[in-house]
T-cell receptor, first 117, second 113 residues
């Protein structure tokens, strides 16, 4: 199956710093990628839809200036948490949509655990 | 808000028993998918059922879909300790062109040897 990677897998940072998380589709091109946030023992909440070459579409209640998304190529989307604070600590998961050959499926990255001190 | 609600929230069974979990959703869907997540890991796609399908099988998994009741069920037969995980349903709405997944609240399944 298609593989999606995320980097880093784990990051600890000080309050006020910015953190960039990368999401890569390793063996397919993805026009559309998604970013989710997951709190402990909770479900995934969609944060934004990332479209290659255009601005991301954010879900209601998600601050676009706080969570900067860039989808500069068909295999890479980045999420930057700006001026991170402890309440931003969470598990961030990306997915990449594969639509070719009759397939329309999302493949998920392994997630990035962010801890803001 | 989440599209889907799942029940039970938690399920504890012994190896060999069947595990059933249910998912209800609110609006018309294109398809419904079930995912599995081991603790602190990414999601693994289990099965997709389209809105015009009523039942689907994959190995020890059986999924049903009742669009009139806006509900789906996932049955894991002859469970194993390795099935211990959280299970999520996710829907793609008919109104959505991006294929966005709306996740349910999840069911934590613990299978004891």
């Amino acid at each position: 199956g298609a593989v999606v990677s995320q980097h880093p897998s784990r990051v600890i940072c000080k309050s006020g710093t910015s953190v960039k998380i990368e999401c890569r589709s390793l063996d397919f091109q993805a026009t559309t990628m998604f970013w989710y946030r997951q709190f402990p023992k909770k479900s995934l909440m969609l944060m934004a839809t990332s479209n290659e070459g255009s601005k991301a579409t954010y879900e209601q209640g998600v601050e676009k200036d706080k969570f900067l998304i860039n989808h500069a190529s068909l295999t890479l989307s980045t999420l930057t948490v700006t001026s991170a604070h402890p309440e931003d600590s969470s598990f961030y998961i990306c997915s990449a949509r594969l639509t070719s050959g009759g397939v329309d499926e999302q493949f998920f990255g392994p997630g990035t655990r962010l801890t803001v001190l | 808000s989440q599209q889907g609600e799942e029940d039970p929230q938690a399920l504890s069974i012994q190896e060999g028993e069947n595990a059933t979990m249910n998912c209800s959703y609110k609006t018309s869907i294109n398809n419904l998918q079930w995912y599995r997540q081991n603790s602190g890991r990414g999601l693994v796609h289990l099965i997709l059922i389209r809105s015009n399908e009523r039942e689907k099988h994959s190995g020890r998994l059986r999924v049903t879909l009742d669009t009139s009741k806006k509900s789906s069920s996932l049955l894991i037969t002859a469970s194993r300790a390795a099935d211990t995980a959280s299970y999520f349903c996710a829907t793609v709405l008919t109104t959505d062109s991006w294929g966005k997944l709306q996740f349910g609240s999840g069911t934590q399944v613990v299978v004891t040897p």
